[in-house]
T-cell receptor, first 115, second 114 residues
Framework: DTGVSQDPRHKITKRGQNVTFRCDPISEHNRLYWYRQTLGQGPEFLTYFQNEAQLEKSRLLSDRFSAERPKGSFSTLEIQRTEQGDSAMYLC?????????????FGAGSRLTVL | GNSVTQMEGPVTLSEEAFLTINCTYTATGYPSLFWYVQYPGEGLQLLLKATKADDKGSNKGFEATYRKETTSFHLEKGSVQVSDSAVYFCALSSLQGGSEKLVFGKGTKLTVNP
């Protein structure tokens, strides 16, 4: 088990470009979450999947953001027409739904800088 | 909605000092409570958790007790080390309303000096 993997770790792009981040969760986990973290703030929830179904999306997730989890394995988060305000660390986490607390395991994150 | 409030940082302590980081929450239902830690340059890691009132979570010398009467989950450590320097996040997860997403506080940066 290699944990939650995110790619790329760093992305620098110009305003107006599209970017895509990939997350590979822990293989036996059925839930996958996306969060956004800006400097000095706690992670903010964006969306989550159970298997391939997207169960909840935050109001923070504008129409420019889309996430997919085909076949319930890896997930992608795409940001279209990036804006400078999109600069942040994008965190992916996964968990296994079972009895007890829902413990999320986080990846190292993908840092986006929009120039 | 659910929310977490934790003490503002940064907190600077000398090695072997006692640490308390306050955390209070607002939630419907019966949330599970967590402390996550983010070491410099690394991802968030679960430090400890508690799932019901009066439970005490503990790990690496850190402790936190789930206090329903005061809606608190304060993090404590009796003797901090330089290696404890990190950002600490309090978080909750509640099944109420069908969402189990984790809601985080803003984080408290701890620096421990030798």
């Amino acid at each position: 088990d290699t944990g939650v993997s995110q790619d790329p770790r760093h992305k620098i792009t110009k305003r107006g470009q599209n970017v895509t981040f990939r997350c590979d969760p822990i293989s036996e986990h059925n839930r996958l979450y996306w969060y956004r973290q800006t400097l000095g703030q706690g992670p903010e929830f964006l969306t989550y999947f159970q298997n391939e179904a997207q169960l909840e999306k935050s109001r923070l997730l504008s129409d420019r953001f889309s996430a997919e989890r085909p076949k319930g394995s890896f997930s992608t988060l795409e940001i279209q027409r990036t804006e400078q305000g999109d600069s942040a660390m994008y965190l992916c986490a996964s968990s296994l739904v079972s009895a007890g607390a829902n413990v999320l395991t986080f990846g190292a994150g993908s840092r986006l800088t929009v120039l | 909605g659910n929310s977490v409030t934790q003490m503002e940082g940064p907190v600077t302590l000398s090695e072997e000092a006692f640490l308390t980081i306050n955390c209070t929450y607002t939630a419907t239902g019966y949330p599970s409570l967590f402390w996550y830690v983010q070491y410099p340059g690394e991802g968030l890691q679960l430090l400890l958790k508690a799932t019901k009132a009066d439970d005490k979570g503990s790990n690496k010398g850190f402790e936190a007790t789930y206090r329903k009467e005061t809606t608190s989950f304060h993090l404590e450590k009796g003797s901090v080390q330089v290696s404890d320097s990190a950002v600490y996040f309090c978080a909750l997860s509640s099944l109420q309303g069908g969402s189990e997403k984790l809601v985080f506080g803003k984080g408290t940066k701890l620096t421990v000096n030798p």
